[in-house]
């Protein structure tokens, strides 16, 4: 892997990581345009923690105060209100987990196709589009999605270990589905995707320690600093644009792509 390849596929990682339109499909594309080889488990592994890093830093007051509600129990409102929705992300990570730990390398090997990436593009581009369109605008927070929502965005996440699905926008969907506002169902993804991207991560990086794979420092370390860059502003920019705009430009975006690439095949 050249430089100039971690580049473009640190910015691709993490620049859709967290948008709605899905990071695993256009890994999958970008090297099919430019005729690269497919990157190794290893080098994505190193992506996922790279925008693990940036999306602790952007959410850091909220993981903070997580961690202290759960280290320090106390019982005034605000612990209370915060260790509650550290049990829900924690709860709601559960089913992809064990879907992840069963199924990842079937759906990795099996379904890493650009006409899958494609029709998942179009399909979830629709659904995120339709249930955007009746989102009410409400004054809500993280702390005020409750178990069965967190439960519903938790199964609604499994969906996302097919390529092109996306993340980001299955969970994102589901929270505005169950009557979140569009910010709070992005944060409360961004929050269910700490202890996501950590686990996808390090299990792919374990290829690495146990010498099943190898890669050059240099693209890595450009690799993974390009991503944290990109992830961090791309965070950023998406909870601000949410402020005032809706999902609908992102969701037409990713059928758009979806019809594009079948229209190419």
Same mark, same amino acid.
């Given at each position: 892997m050249t430089v100039t390849q971690a580049i473009v596929l640190g910015l691709v990682q993490g620049i859709t990581e967290f948008l709605p339109i899905s990071s695993s499909g256009f890994l999958i594309l970008v090297p099919e345009v430019f005729g690269w080889d497919v990157q190794s488990l &290893?080098? #994505? &592994?190193?992506?996922? /923690? $790279? +925008?693990l890093v940036a999306i602790v830093a952007v959410l850091w007051h909220e993981v903070k105060s997580m961690i202290g509600a759960l280290l320090v129990p106390s019982h005034d409102e605000a612990s209370v209100a915060w260790r509650k929705l550290a049990t829900w992300v924690a709860l709601a990570t559960i089913p992809v987990l064990l879907v992840g730990f069963l199924f990842q390398e079937v759906f990795e090997i099996e379904f890493r196709s650009v006409e899958i990436v494609a029709w998942s593009f179009i399909v979830w581009g629709s659904v995120l589009y339709f249930v955007d369109r =009746?989102?009410?605008? /409400?004054? #809500? =927070?993280?702390q005020s999605v409750g178990l069965k929502r967190a439960f519903l965005i938790g199964f609604a996440q499994m !969906? $996302? !270990? /097919?390529? *092109? +699905? @996306? =993340? @980001? *926008? !299955? %969970?994102? +969907? &589901? *929270?505005? $589905?169950? *009557?979140? @506002? =569009?910010e709070t169902a992005a944060r409360?993804?961004?929050?269910? @995707? /700490?202890? %996501?991207i950590a686990a996808a991560g390090f299990l792919k990086l374990g290829s690495v320690v146990n010498g099943e794979e190898t890669i050059a420092l240099l693209p890595l370390a450009v690799g993974f600093i390009v991503a944290m860059i990109s992830a961090f502003i791309t965070v950023k920019f998406l909870l601000k644009f949410l402020k005032r705009y809706s999902f609908s430009e992102l969701a037409i975006f990713r059928v758009l792509v979806g019809i594009a690439i079948l229209l190419l095949l």
């Amino acid at each position: 892997m050249t430089v100039t390849q971690a580049i473009v596929l640190g910015l691709v990682q993490g620049i859709t990581e967290f948008l709605p339109i899905s990071s695993s499909g256009f890994l999958i594309l970008v090297p099919e345009v430019f005729g690269w080889d497919v990157q190794s488990l &290893a080098f #994505d &592994a190193f992506l996922h /923690i $790279a +925008t693990l890093v940036a999306i602790v830093a952007v959410l850091w007051h909220e993981v903070k105060s997580m961690i202290g509600a759960l280290l320090v129990p106390s019982h005034d409102e605000a612990s209370v209100a915060w260790r509650k929705l550290a049990t829900w992300v924690a709860l709601a990570t559960i089913p992809v987990l064990l879907v992840g730990f069963l199924f990842q390398e079937v759906f990795e090997i099996e379904f890493r196709s650009v006409e899958i990436v494609a029709w998942s593009f179009i399909v979830w581009g629709s659904v995120l589009y339709f249930v955007d369109r =009746r989102v009410k605008e /409400i004054k #809500d =927070r993280p702390q005020s999605v409750g178990l069965k929502r967190a439960f519903l965005i938790g199964f609604a996440q499994m !969906i $996302a !270990i /097919i390529p *092109g +699905t @996306s =993340r @980001s *926008g !299955i %969970t994102m +969907t &589901a *929270g505005l $589905a169950s *009557g979140l @506002s =569009r910010e709070t169902a992005a944060r409360f993804s961004f929050l269910l @995707s /700490i202890p %996501t991207i950590a686990a996808a991560g390090f299990l792919k990086l374990g290829s690495v320690v146990n010498g099943e794979e190898t890669i050059a420092l240099l693209p890595l370390a450009v690799g993974f600093i390009v991503a944290m860059i990109s992830a961090f502003i791309t965070v950023k920019f998406l909870l601000k644009f949410l402020k005032r705009y809706s999902f609908s430009e992102l969701a037409i975006f990713r059928v758009l792509v979806g019809i594009a690439i079948l229209l190419l095949l």
